[in-house]
Every structure is written in structure tokens, then in C-alpha cells.
């Protein structure tokens, strides 16, 4: 098993900066990917942002040259630099770890950008 917390998330005005953090532990294999994912209400569940354990990466375009993620392999912790915050990033960010054929999600951390 393996569980992830996350941490990081709160309430900001449009244009400032956030940075989320997830710690991962439990039965953690060497080649996994790490990421997060995001729901706004009303809306599905979309990837954010994903990395390798070698250090790839893949952004969705609405947040390329905004946001960074970034990963400790020696914590098996990920991170996601978010700046230029929109309105339209607010929604429950969750981080999620997948390692063969496993899939785990931590609990979600909330991100309100507005006025």
C-alpha cells in the first residue's frame, strides 16, 4: 500500500503564486510516475501535470509555462510550482502516484484563485 498526503493549497488572488507538495510512503517501487491531477465542480478530473522517476514531464496546455512540477526521489515526494494563478485553476488539486499496474490518490487539497 501506499499513501499520499498532500499539502500546500489556499486561497489567492489572480496572478500570485502557490506551491503544492505531496509526500509519498508505503511499498514505493524505484520506476513509478508521479502527478497532479485537478476537479473543479461541475467538471471532471483532468491531469495537471505528470513526472518519472526520471525526471519526464508532461504539462496540460492550460498550464504550460505557469506551473512546474518537480520531484525527490530520495523523499518520493512531488511538487507542483504554481504561478500566474487564473480563476479558472481553482478547483481541488490531487496528487496521484502510479507503479505498474497501482493507482493511488491522496485526499485532495483545495485551490481558490479570486478576487
Known amino acids: 500500500q501506499v499513501q499520499l498526503v498532500e499539502s500546500g493549497g489556499g486561497w489567492v488572488q489572480p496572478g500570485e503564486s502557490l506551491r503544492l507538495s505531496c509526500a509519498a510512503s508505503?511499498?514505493?517501487?524505484?520506476?513509478?510516475?508521479m502527478g497532479w491531477y485537478r476537479q473543479a465542480p461541475g467538471k471532471q478530473r483532468e491531469l495537471v501535470a505528470t513526472?518519472?522517476?526520471?525526471?519526464?514531464?508532461n504539462y496540460a496546455d492550460s498550464v504550460k509555462g505557469r506551473f512546474t512540477i518537480s520531484r525527490d526521489n530520495a523523499k518520493n515526494g512531488v511538487s507542483l510550482q504554481m504561478n500566474s494563478l487564473k480563476p479558472e485553476d481553482t478547483a481541488v488539486y490531487y496528487c496521484?502516484?502510479?507503479?505498474?499496474?497501482?493507482?493511488?490518490w491522496g485526499q485532495g487539497t483545495q485551490v481558490t484563485v479570486s478576487t
Open positions: 496521484k502516484l502510479s507503479q505498474y499496474t497501482q493507482t493511488y
Open positions: 508505503g511499498n514505493i517501487f524505484s520506476i513509478n510516475t
Open positions: 513526472i518519472t522517476s526520471i525526471g519526464r514531464t
